[in-house]
C-alpha cells in the first residue's frame, strides 16, 4: 500500500505523533535529506516520536520511511487532478466526458491498488477458501458488485449467500457458526443494524471480512481482515458513484482472481464443463 495512503486511512496517532505526520506530508523531501537528529529538530517532535511512528506504520527504520515516501511521490507525482463528485460539467462534449470519465476510471484503480495490502488480500483468499459457508452482507449501494461476486464464485462451484435485508442478515448471523466468514460491504458501516449485526458476529467467533472505504469506521475494530476502496467521493453532494462503485467492483474482481488462482486448473476445467450459453 502506498505509504501516504496508508497514513490517511489511520487515526490512531497521539498529537505529537500528528505533527510528525503533517511534517511527513507537507515537507517530505526534507525527511528524505535530513538524518534522525536534523529531522527531530527540523519537525520539533523527540526521536522517540519518530520512532513511535514509523513503529505504528510497521516501518523498520530512517532509511525505509524515506523510501518509501520517495515511491510515493513518485506514485503521486503521475496522478491528475480530477474532480471526483463532478467529473465533467454542462458544457462538456460526448467526447470530453468520455475521456473525463477514462480518467476517472484510471486515476481510481491506481488509488485503489495502493490501498490494498497484500498480505491482507492473502490471509483473505485464504480465510475464504477455509470457510464452510461465505454470506456477503452488502450496504445497499452496493448489490449488484456483490452479486458480481456471487456470479463469478458459483461459476466455479462456490456457493457465496448475498444477504441485502437487515432482517435477513440477523437471521443468517444466527446460522453461522466460526468456520463460517461474513464479507461486509459498507462505505462507512455507522448504520444501527451493521453495528448490531457485527456485535452478534463478534459474540459468536465468526470471522468478519470488512470492505470499506478509508474513513474510519466504528466496525474497523471487529474486522479480522480489512479491504479498502477508493473514497475520494462525497457522500451526498455529486453526480453518481462513479469512482467508489469501480474500486469496490475492482477489489472483489481482485479477491475473486487470486481465489480463482489458488485451484487454476481445477476452477478453469469446471467453468469449461459446466458452461452455459
Known amino acids: 500500500m502506498d505509504l501516504f495512503t496508508k497514513i490517511k486511512a489511520m487515526n490512531s496517532f497521539t498529537e505529537s505523533e500528528q505533527t510528525f505526520i503533517d511534517f511527513i506530508f507537507n515537507h517530505p523531501y526534507d525527511v528524505i535529506q535530513l538524518n534522525l537528529q536534523q529531522l527531530s529538530k527540523t519537525s520539533y517532535v523527540s526521536?522517540?516520536?519518530?520512532y513511535r511512528v514509523m513503529e505504528k506504520l510497521e516501518i523498520s527504520g530512517l532509511n525505509q520511511l524515506k523510501l518509501q515516501?520517495?515511491?510515493?511521490l513518485k506514485n503521486n507525482e503521475n496522478l491528475k487532478n480530477i474532480d471526483?463528485?463532478?467529473?465533467?460539467?454542462k458544457t462538456n462534449t460526448h467526447y470530453q466526458i468520455l475521456t473525463q470519465m477514462l480518467e476517472l476510471y484510471d486515476q481510481t484503480l491506481k488509488n485503489?491498488?495502493?490501498?490494498?495490502?497484500?498480505?491482507?488480500l492473502l490471509h483473505t483468499v485464504q480465510a475464504l477458501k477455509k470457510a464452510n459457508n461465505i454470506y456477503i452482507f452488502p450496504s445497499?449501494?452496493?448489490?449488484?458488485?456483490?452479486?458480481?461476486?456471487?456470479?463469478?464464485?458459483?461459476?466455479?462451484g462456490v456457493k457465496v449467500d448475498v444477504i441485502k435485508e437487515a432482517y435477513y442478515q440477523h437471521w443468517h448471523v444466527q446460522l453461522c457458526n466460526e468456520n463460517d466468514i461474513v464479507m461486509l460491504i459498507s462505505y462507512a458501516g455507522r448504520t444501527p443494524q451493521i453495528m448490531d449485526i457485527v456485535h452478534d458476529l463478534n459474540k459468536k467467533n465468526i470471522p468478519i471480512i470488512l470492505i470499506s472505504s478509508t474513513i474510519h469506521t466504528p466496525i474497523d475494530q471487529f474486522a479480522k481482515y480489512h479491504l479498502y476502496f477508493s473514497s475520494y467521493e462525497d457522500s451526498e453532494e455529486?453526480?453518481?458513484?462513479?469512482?467508489?462503485?469501480?474500486?469496490?467492483?475492482?477489489?472483489?474482481?481482485?479477491?475473486?482472481?487470486?481465489?480463482?488462482?489458488?485451484?487454476?486448473?481445477?476452477?478453469l476445467e469446471y467453468k469449461i464443463k459446466n458452461y452455459i450459453d
Do not use: H, W
Not at 485503489?112 to 491482507?120: C, R
Not at 445497499?140 to 466455479?156: C, H, K, T
Not at 462513479?242 to 487454476?264: G, K, V
Open 47 to 50: 526521536i522517540s516520536t519518530i
Open 69 to 72: 515516501i520517495s515511491e510515493s
Open 84 to 89: 471526483y463528485n463532478y467529473p465533467f460539467q
Open 112 to 120: 485503489t491498488i495502493n490501498l490494498i495490502d497484500l498480505d491482507v
Open 140 to 156: 445497499i449501494g452496493n448489490y449488484f458488485m456483490a452479486e458480481s461476486f456471487q456470479q463469478n464464485m458459483l461459476e466455479i
Open 238 to 267: 455529486k453526480i453518481a458513484s462513479f469512482s467508489s462503485r469501480i474500486s469496490l467492483q475492482y477489489l472483489l474482481d481482485c479477491t475473486y482472481a487470486c481465489y480463482f488462482n489458488r485451484d487454476y486448473e481445477k476452477n
